[in-house]
């Protein structure tokens, strides 16, 4: 509200338009919700309540099971709590947000509702217990989990979704058998599940456990005593349709999961690798020395991430769009300026700095726009951090000193002598907050330093790069990010070794030395246009060799000419 009055008030004066840039977020409730202690504690109860829901459900899918008891109600309990202290124990970075935990939560809990599901299918057409166990879609947590978050959350789901089961159909399944087979197949669903990028390769997960699932469902009905009384088609060939449509339920709906819990998936960011996006076509038009820059910050970024186990796709993508804001004035940045003009020269250090440092709001601005991802616009607003624009910090330090020597020589006033602050020459942040950020921001820098490089060799780069993270580090720029010093060491050497392999030399060959126009032998037989003055003359064997083709009197006729002296230049 106060905002409000404050805009009305300076647009009266004529000192704003009245508009306002886009944010990715208005107002912080929604940041505050994401990590908030009672809507963490809320997910829990939800959680709770439907594992309490499908414990009673379970016992309804089968005639003759009884309700649960204290002991059943007080097992489930006991899971559940284990769930929440390895959650809070080992998984805590992974599932900080109050999102990620209720994705988590609510698949584990979805799984269970699906298992239930297909075993009253199953009820109603009689099947035996063993293929009522084999015919739950055990591998559908740990894909979606694996997929989206990450292979260590896609055993959290295996692992508590095969305990969960067991208890919740165990008056129905035998559960020794369902703890073995919804561990294997879960297991082997991440296992299967190692770097998806695309969506095929879900369906051959699937179809990989059904497989798996197909082929321990005969050694289970071996070993059970049961291959007399179910086919064997259906012995195999219902868990193996199980699990190949489980695959591509998965596959189908992972872009819902994504749209709605704010997830990324390495899918979709090799679907948002597109270089004719329309930023990134206006960029290579209007902008073509950034375009490239961000080209080159791609690749450095890629490498780096790879060398520590960061999301490489995503370090690639956010570096095409990180200076999409260079759009609104894209001739006052060097790499787009023409060598003949140069507009900072009409203007202050202080407007000058301004320009520039906008370009990460209307960036941002751009991205909001053109709803790119929420990952992009975060690299976006910290690929900069809060450093200096030093140029221009530099440049008005000089103004200043200038302007106070004409004070001293009384050819000037004190009030001319303008105030230089090093926060107006800052960045408006944040810091980067996350590691493929970080080296998104240190590529930046570095690739801009590269180019000022005189005979780049090894040891300049490598000087070079630790100058820039040295200087990075000692402005607080990586403070709030989680890089540690080894993979920044390791982050280091991919630049050197990245810029090398970009900025090697050439060997210089020689000129070719032209021979001298000389008059062309006439072949009226072999070829009756004459050859340009400029080519060089064939030689005598070779004459012979092409004039053998032509018959005897064409050798002949070649070989007298060829004891012909050839006349000067001055006679043709």
């Keep these: 509200m106060f905002d409000s009055i404050r805009r009305a008030r300076l647009q009266r004066q004529g000192l704003s338009c009245g508009k306002t840039r886009r944010k990715q977020q208005e107002g912080d409730l929604f940041d505050e919700m994401r990590t908030h202690p009672a809507v963490t504690l809320a997910v829990y109860a939800l959680f709770f309540t439907g594992l309490a829901i499908l414990l009673r459900v379970g016992t309804t899918l089968a005639e ?56 009253d299918f199953g009820e109603n057409q009689g099947w ?43 008056g ?20 299967f599940t190692n770097r998806v990028r695309k969506r095929n390769r879900l369906f051959s997960a699937g179809l990989y456990a059904g497989l798996a699932a197909a082929a321990f469902s005969l050694m289970l009905h071996e070993a059970s005593g049961l291959m007399d009384s179910v086919k064997v088609t259906r012995m195999t060939g219902v868990p193996f349709l199980i699990g190949v449509l489980t695959g591509m339920v998965v596959g189908g709906f992972l872009p819902v999961l994504e749209q709605i819990f704010g997830v990324t998936t390495e899918v979709s960011w090799l679907e948002l690798a597109d270089l004719n996006h329309p930023l990134m076509r206006r960029l290579s038009i209007e902008a073509p020395g950034t375009y490239h820059h961000s080209l080159v910050v791609a690749n450095l970024s890629e ?14 993508v956010s570096s095409y769009f990180h200076d999409i804001g260079k759009l609104s004035k894209p001739e006052y940045f060097i790499e787009n300026m023409n060598p003949a003009v140069n507009p900072h020269e009409d203007l202050t250090a202080r407007m000058s700095a301004l320009v520039i440092i906008a370009h990460v709001k209307d ?32 440049q008005a330090l000089d103004q200043k000193a200038k302007i106070l020597r004409l004070v001293e020589q009384d050819k000037a006033k004190e009030d001319d002598v303008p105030q230089v602050s090093e926060e107006v020459f800052r960045y408006p942040g944040p810091k980067p907050q996350f590691k493929e950020s970080a080296i998104i921001s240190l590529a930046d820098a570095v690739e801009s330093a590269s180019r000022t490089l005189d005979k780049p060799n090894a040891s300049r780069i490598e000087t070079m790069v630790d100058e820039i993270v040295q200087a ?77 083709f032509a018959g005897p009197e064409a050798e002949a006729s070649v070989k007298k000419r060829s004891r012909r002296k050839t006349p000067p230049a001055s006679a043709a």
């Design 472 to 548: 990075r580090m000692l402005d607080g720029q990586l403070d709030e990010c989680d890089l540690t010093i080894a993979e920044l060491a390791k982050v280091k050497a991919s630049f050197c070794k990245t810029l090398l392999s970009m900025m090697h030399g050439r060997i210089k060959y020689q000129k070719v030395v032209e021979a001298a126009p000389t008059t062309m032998i006439q072949r009226d037989d072999l070829n009756p246009m004459p050859m340009a003055s400029d080519e060089p003359l064939m030689t005598a064997s070779m004459k012979i060799v092409e004039a053998s």
């Design 363 to 394: 960036g941002v601005d751009l991205a909001i726009k053109n709803n790119l991802n929420s990952r992009i616009i975060d690299v976006i607003e910290q690929h900069h951090g809060t450093s200096l624009a030093w140029y221009f910090y530099r």
């Design 64 to 119: 003759g099971v009884p309700p649960p008891d204290f002991l059943d109600w007080l097992s489930v309990g006991a899971i559940g709590t284990a769930l929440v202290v390895h959650q809070r124990v080992a998984l805590q970075d992974e599932m900080a947000e109050n999102a990620t935990l209720l994705l988590v939560l609510g698949t584990l809990l979805l799984h269970l509702v699906l298992g239930a599901i297909v075993i």
């Design 172 to 191: 129905v399944l035998n559960p020794i058998t369902y703890l073995a087979t919804s561990s294997l197949l879960g297991f082997l669903a991440v296992a």
């Design 303 to 316: 490498a780096a991430a790879e060398t520590i186990g960061a999301s490489a796709t995503m370090c690639r």
């Design 128 to 170: 035996p217990p063993a293929l009522l166990g084999m015919a739950v879609p055990h591998v559908f947590a740990p894909l979606v989990l694996s997929v989206m978050l990450g292979r260590k959350i896609g055993l959290f789901g295996a692992i508590y979704s095969t305990l969960l089961g067991s208890l919740v159909f165990g």
